[in-house]
């Protein structure tokens, strides 16, 4: 199993919603990862859990909230989004922990659209 | 200036053309990625290089690292290879990447 299964594939939710992404990967990578992707632009790294633990926030603001319940689950909570966080989320994972990346394993990514 | 520059940013070719994209960069690193991203999908990952080269079918990967240089070749180019191409440098915990070439290949 090399895949990285992202759900659901889109999401539309209101500025007062709470929702949440979900990732899973069952290849025993101990790094995992939050892109944001906006539309012909390369994606923005937000989030970074190594070994279970959050080791990077790239500024993130706080209506995004991580989470990583085991090494194999990785979600994003969101809360009381902005339309301008409409984009693509992208979830990957690595090998190693993060201060040795290697190669990146992307899921398909989940299309939010907030109204 | 970026710390990792591609070109070209557009290119369109016919069915079997060879295709060059390349990837500049200006600090070190211990690694470069290309990465493939169909319209509207994932990304995957073509390869990740340190030094040298890296082939995979009709894929090849180049890397120079004291001119600070990479490229990414097609040959027999196909409409099935068009997509976004991404460089990716390998940093510390995390990837910088380029702004992308969209590669066209018409029939």
């Known amino acids: 199993d090399t895949e990285v299964t992202q759900t659901p594939k889109h999401l539309v939710m209101g500025m007062t919603n709470k929702k949440s992404l979900k990732c899973e990967q069952h290849m025993g990578h101990r790094a995992m990862y939050w892109y944001k992707q906006k539309a012909k632009k390369p994606p923005e790294l937000m989030f970074v859990y190594s070994y279970e633990k959050l080791s990077i926030n790239e500024s993130v603001p706080s209506r995004f909230s991580p989470e990583c319940p085991n090494s194999s689950l990785l979600n994003l909570h969101l809360h009381a989004l902005q339309p301008e966080d409409s984009a693509l989320y992208l979830c990957a994972s690595s090998r190693w922990g993060a201060a040795n990346t290697g190669e990146l394993f992307f899921g398909e990514g989940s299309r939010l659209t907030v109204l | 200036k970026n710390e990792v520059e591609q070109s070209p940013q557009n290119l369109t070719a016919q069915e079997g053309e060879f295709i060059t994209i390349n990837c500049s960069y200006s600090v070190g690193i211990s690694a470069l990625h290309w990465l493939q991203q169909h319209p509207g999908g994932g990304i995957v990952s073509l390869f990740m290089?340190?030094?040298g080269k890296k082939k995979h079918g009709r894929l090849i990967a180049t890397i120079n690292i004291q001119e600070k240089h990479s490229s990414l070749h097609i040959t027999a180019s196909h409409p099935r290879d068009s997509a976004v191409y991404i460089c990716a440098l390998q940093g510390a915990q995390k990837l910088v990447f380029g702004q992308g070439t969209r590669l066209t290949i018409n029939p």
């Open positions: 290089l340190s030094s």
